[in-house]
């Protein structure tokens, strides 16, 4: 396996001291490999059972000029530049442990953290990544603000900065974001804030440990308070970056994509990275699963000779559709009697068929394990010729409504590319 297509996490752990940009508390954070698969976790050694926060993008509870994680009681503040951090210098799998409510501040940008995972060195393991791959297109919007994602096989992003006080110009930045970028350009980019800003803050509980050692700010003629000034020109704009990739980060992929922003802050950050998990979990449900063998539908149906009438599943796609094979012989038991002069298989058995590949697609699905289905009904029923030994049926059905354990399917069979039977079938799960 090629080394970048490995997940990685570090070899060394370490620790760093300091106090919470937000909260104002005084915290020690310290990082440790992680296993492979479980992407980033933050514990609270802190709290009763040093309960673990998985960075997920589900997880976010807050996004009021930071972005905070929780799992039941238990919460990590301002988790976006360890998270860009970790994303920028390529890691997958960490665990963080932390003595208090959210990471050290360090300077205000994620430079100290991005430097001590580069000394931890980079540690690849025998896992693959999970690649980030969707096609479509997601944006979203409120009033001039807006979050676009499209389609790349790169990491970029345009970052449109705007203020309607003109203390800041407006800037337009566009980035290639690799390691060396993150490293160089966006991890020394620190947040900033306006002076006017920050009595209504401190209302809010917020910016308690914001200090010019840990934050670039703005006078109320535009000047910079801080005594070294700005790094560069592009700092607040990188910065923005730099707050986008750490939310982003929380969908736990190794991402490609062109994400276009204006005006935009953790809140419409982490809605774009929940949207986009939907998304790819949809594409990833709507991809064919492949054939299921028949002693594997015996594993779903509780059917059995001679009524288990399905031989494989060629496709499944959970809740949306399935395909699957009867291949009728000479021998089947019913044709013993239907007819005796001319075989022909019954109708009934059929529409049992097609039923039965519908019973695997829900039956397949994790909360319908173990359960029973049958009929609730049977609609436009059409037999458009006989079906005889020798013929190979393609068994094809539709989900076309579900309420919980109730439903409808559209159902056909096919030979040969012509459909012989088609119904709309009406079942119940119990």
Do not use: W
Request: proline share 6%; glycine share 10%.
């Amino acid at each position: 396996m090629n080394p970048i297509d490995r997940q990685t996490t570090i070899e060394t752990p370490f620790s760093v001291e300091g106090v919470g940009l937000h909260t104002g508390k005084p915290s020690r954070m310290t990082v440790h490999p992680g296993n492979p698969g479980n992407g980033i976790i933050f514990r609270r050694v802190d709290l009763p059972g040093q309960p673990e926060i998985p960075a997920g993008a589900g997880n976010v509870a807050e996004v009021l000029r930071g972005t905070t994680l929780a799992s039941g009681e238990a919460r990590v503040h301002t988790v976006e530049h360890i998270m860009a951090a970790a994303y920028g210098m390529g890691l997958d799998n960490l665990s963080i442990d932390l003595e208090g409510p959210e990471p050290p501040a360090m300077d205000g940008s994620s430079r100290s953290f991005a430097e001590m995972l580069r000394k931890a060195e980079k540690v690849f393991q025998d896992k693959p990544r999970e690649p980030f791959s969707l096609k479509e297109t997601a944006f979203i919007e409120e009033g001039d603000r807006s979050l676009t994602y499209l389609a790349s096989d790169r990491f970029e992003i345009t970052y449109t900065l705007e203020y309607p006080n003109n203390l800041v110009p407006r800037q337009t930045l566009h980035i290639e974001v690799t390691e060396e970028t993150f490293f160089n350009l966006i991890s020394p980019a620190r947040t900033f804030g306006f002076v006017h800003e920050f009595d209504m803050l401190k209302e809010k509980n917020l910016a308690l440990g914001g200090s010019l050692e840990n934050a670039v700010v703005i006078n109320t003629d535009g000047s910079i308070l801080n005594p070294e000034g700005k790094r560069n020109e592009s700092e607040f704009i990188l910065h923005k970056i730099l707050d986008l990739i750490g939310d982003l980060a929380l969908i736990g992929k190794r991402l490609k994509g062109h994400f276009i922003a204006h005006k935009t802050g953790h809140g419409f950050n982490c809605l774009l990275a929940k949207r986009l998990c939907r998304m790819v979990h949809e594409t990833q449900e709507r991809k064919p699963l492949g054939m299921m063998t028949f002693e594997e539908i015996k594993t779903f149906l509780p059917h059995r000779y001679p009524m288990l009438l399905v031989d494989k599943i060629i496709s499944l796609v959970p809740g949306k559709s399935a395909i699957g094979i009867k291949n009728v012989t000479g021998n089947e038991e019913f044709f013993q009697g239907h007819f005796p002069q001319r075989a022909v298989m019954p109708g009934v058995l059929l529409v049992e068929a097609m039923a039965q590949v519908a019973g695997v697609l829900f039956l397949s699905q994790p909360e319908h394990k173990g359960k029973l289905p049958f009929f609730a009904g049977i609609d436009r029923v059409r037999f458009r010729r006989p079906v005889v030994p020798g013929d190979r049926l393609e068994l094809r059905v539709n989900v076309l409504k579900v309420r919980g354990n109730t439903g409808k399917v559209a159902v056909e069979a096919l030979v040969e590319g012509e459909r012989v039977t088609s119904a709309e079938l009406m079942f119940t799960i119990v």
